[in-house]
């Protein structure tokens, strides 16, 4: 059955966190949407990120907020307990352009994020 769109908008005000930090460079918001087990995967400049969030948190804190930043967050499935969302970014720390893939569950009433993968996009690699 197909979830109410009341909760494919609980879902987006939780990945919204995610956006927020990046855009203010401020890794506070995006803690309220991670649990502490959380893992990271992809690709930055070419070399292989993965393990804990807790290196999105530090490379948000790092580069800090920019008023160019731009993201869209689309909710691609959603199930009773699990969601899968897609934030397009462009312009973190001023050049670079990615496509995030957050994995949420529903845990104790509230959306969380259990997983980020991403891929910067290849023309704003830096080598």
């Given at each position: 059955?197909?979830?109410?769109?009341?909760?494919?908008?609980?879902?987006?005000?939780?990945?919204?966190?995610?956006?927020?930090?990046?855009?203010?460079?401020?890794?506070?918001?995006?803690?309220?949407?991670?649990?502490?087990?959380?893992?990271?995967?992809?690709?930055?400049?070419?070399?292989?990120?993965?393990?804990?969030?807790?290196?999105?948190?530090?490379?948000?804190?790092?580069?800090?907020?920019?008023?160019?930043?731009?993201?869209?967050?689309?909710?691609?499935?959603?199930?009773?307990?699990?969601?899968?969302?897609?934030?397009?970014?462009?312009?973190?720390?001023?050049?670079?352009?990615?496509?995030?893939?957050?994995?949420l569950l529903?845990?104790?009433?509230?959306?969380?994020?259990?997983?980020k993968?991403?891929?910067?996009?290849?023309?704003?690699?830096?080598?």
């Amino acid at each position: 059955m197909r979830s109410e769109i009341e909760e494919y908008e609980a879902v987006e005000a939780a990945a919204q966190n995610f956006v927020k930090s990046v855009a203010e460079g401020d890794s506070k918001y995006a803690k309220q949407l991670f649990i502490d087990e959380a893992v990271l995967f992809g690709y930055l400049d070419g070399k292989l990120e993965h393990g804990s969030i807790e290196q999105f948190y530090k490379n948000v804190d790092t580069v800090g907020g920019d008023k160019n930043f731009k993201a869209r967050i689309d909710v691609i499935a959603l199930e009773e307990t699990l969601a899968v969302v897609r934030v397009l970014e462009e312009n973190w720390g001023n050049r670079i352009d990615f496509t995030d893939y957050l994995l949420l569950l529903k845990m104790n009433g509230e959306w969380k994020c259990v997983a980020k993968a991403y891929n910067q996009n290849s023309d704003t690699i830096k080598k």
